[in-house]
Nanobody, 123 residues
């Protein structure tokens, strides 16, 4: 099976930037659509961004569109999430996910998940 490990989370001031990485093993990510989700305390897991196998098609939640960018490097078997202009509402645990069928906004469609990385935005 595929294993996913997120990294790059931390504390950042509002308006700042942060870059997350998702390292995959067990399967090449070229065979999977990849996505980022996030979950804040007391809230449901929320879709953030998704990218198709080739990277030619991306999808973003309205709340992050224009601020976040998802990308992939299949040779490095890694997916990235560049986060700019961070807001207090972006504070959450960010999860990487993989799906062999396509990119979806629903977390129930994803087969593999990482353990998450904490992103905290301060004022």
């Amino acid at each position: 099976q595929m294993q996913l490990v997120e990294s790059g989370g931390g504390l950042v001031q509002a308006g700042g930037s942060l870059s997350l990485s998702c390292a995959a093993s067990g399967r090449p990510i070229a065979s999977y659509a990849m996505a980022w989700f996030r979950q804040a305390p007391g809230k449901e897991r929320e879709f953030v961004a998704a990218i198709r196998w080739s990277g030619g098609s991306t999808l973003y939640a309205d709340s992050v569109k224009g601020r976040f960018t998802i990308s992939r490097d299949n040779a490095k078997n890694t997916v990235y999430l560049q986060m700019n202009s961070l807001k207090l509402g972006d504070t959450a645990v960010y999860y990487c996910a993989a799906n062999p069928s396509g990119s979806y906004s629903s977390p129930t469609m994803y087969n593999y998940w990482g353990q998450g990385t904490q992103v905290t935005v301060s004022s």
